[in-house]
């Protein structure tokens, strides 16, 4: 067995190599893969749960390395023989995905001395509570198989069928609205419509939820269905949508999910932009993924052909 004590130079030397992935406030990422080979021969031959075990045992004997040298620190350098810094191992990662600074990803396999397997998500887009739950669940899931080893093939093959199951219909288009909160509504609406005009003014800089609910408001009024349904008002959570060129040349329209009346439903159904949905909302944030990873998104194999000539 080796120990610590024998652990080569090179190891743990930050002018030849750095093996810090990440840190930020109080915590440190170490890549241990190095010193995982050094200890033992045999680590291409062991399970996964064994490396996990393995390196927990690594990290709680670093533990206490780590946590003997602060007393080393404050004696020599801060001249006091008591201090409150103490090394913990917190958890054992089998693989991550860093996009910045607390933006990130990892498959955690030990918490606290604790097996288990599961995601650990923190500051990426699909997160956040005005990202569609249907685009969130299949970029955490894609995310999953990542950092469980599938490879480009295997989450373009993926992707393309996702893809698809939004262009035709498959998933419905109350999940692919941006859900968001209404603010500031009355501050964006410049003028009301007037009597024969059926659309309100807007400032400029209107965000794209105001000018949606907005574009929902009025044509509720319009179509005369406002005083069987409730219009949307400040603080009212909604779900909004992209729409494709359409009579009324308006491009978005918002919604509540709870009371939605059958023409504007028919209205959205036909003109709502899925293909505008896919790429602006879920391709984008999966086009930075697909970079980070040093692959190439492609969708268009008549794209791929052509440069295979």
């Not at 190095?34 to 075990?53: A, G």
Request: with cysteine; net charge neutral; hydrophobic share 35%.
């Amino acid at each position: 067995m080796k120990h610590i004590e024998d652990t080569p130079w090179w190891i743990c030397d930050p002018e030849e190599t750095n093996y810090c992935t990440y840190s930020d406030t109080d915590s440190i990422y170490m890549h241990a893969e190095p010193l995982l080979r050094f200890r033992h021969d045999n680590l291409d031959e062991m399970s996964d749960v064994e490396k996990d075990n393995a390196l927990e045992n690594i990290a709680l004997e670093y533990e206490k390395v780590v946590t003997k040298s602060y007393d080393k620190l404050a004696k020599d350098v801060f001249r006091s023989g008591e201090h409150r810094l103490e090394m913990k191992t917190e958890c054992v990662i089998r693989s991550a995905y860093f996009r910045a600074t607390r933006r990130y990803a990892q498959w955690i396999t030990k918490q606290e001395g604790v097996a288990k397997e599961t995601l650990d998500v923190k500051g990426l887009e699909f997160k956040k509570a005005n990202f569609p739950p249907v685009l969130g669940k299949f970029f955490k899931n894609t995310l999953i198989d990542v950092l469980k080893g599938a490879n480009q093939k295997e989450i373009d093959s993926r992707l393309k069928k996702f893809k698809k199951e939004i262009l035709d219909g498959s998933i419905p288009l109350t999940e692919l609205g941006n859900p968001q909160a209404v603010k500031k509504l009355n501050k964006y609406t410049e003028r009301k419509a007037r009597a024969g005009e059926m659309f309100s003014v807007m400032a400029k800089g209107a965000p794209a939820a105001v000018k949606a609910t907005v574009v929902y408001n009025d044509l509720l009024r319009f179509w005369g269905l406002h005083k069987k349904h409730s219009s949307i008002s400040q603080g009212d959570k909604v779900k909004w949508i992209y729409l494709k060129q359409n009579p009324y040349q308006v491009d978005a329209i918002a919604f509540l999910e709870w009371d939605l009346p059958e023409k504007i439903h028919i209205f959205i159904e036909q003109y709502a932009d899925r293909k505008k949905i896919f790429e602006s909302i879920l391709l984008n944030k999966l086009e930075g993924f697909y970079n980070d990873l040093g692959w190439t998104l492609n969708l268009n194999p008549y794209q791929q052909m052509f440069f295979n000539l």
